[in-house]
């Protein structure tokens, strides 16, 4: 198996052996309800998907390599209004943050790296206003001033 590829193999076996349901029922045993316990899974899934994440580029690519998936997408509630595509605070941070423990927690990872880069993508967030397009703009400046 190419090390690159890793990540989208492990998360695809997930789907393949049904692992989804099993997840969320231990969940839901464990005092979740169906829709966090389900949540609580999708995050599940983004994790393995994106295990490596700190490894894709600059700020602004690792933000569009996560919100070309559209299980990110759904898990942070992206949506269109009005033409312009919007996602939820409250979502966004908490998957920043279990993104960061998987860097923590994954030898060799840059863990100065990737606590700067979570501390960046949540102000470019609030200073986009939760836009998308903005908030990459947002980490695109940043970037060119570095």
Known sequence: MDEEEAPQITRSWFDEWRLSP???SALRERGLDEGAAAWQTLLLKVLIAHQRWFEVGTARQV???LLRDGDVRYLIHVNRY???????KEAFEELLDWLLFVAIITPGADEEW??????QA??????????????LEIIGLEQQEE
Do not use: D, T
């Open 114 to 119: 990737s606590r700067a880069f979570i501390e």
């Open 63 to 65: 933000l569009e390599s």
């Open 22 to 24: 099993l997840v969320e």
């Open 82 to 88: 009005r033409g312009v595509l919007w996602f939820n």
């Open 122 to 135: 949540k102000q470019a967030a609030a200073g986009a206003g939760y836009r998308v397009e903005r908030m």
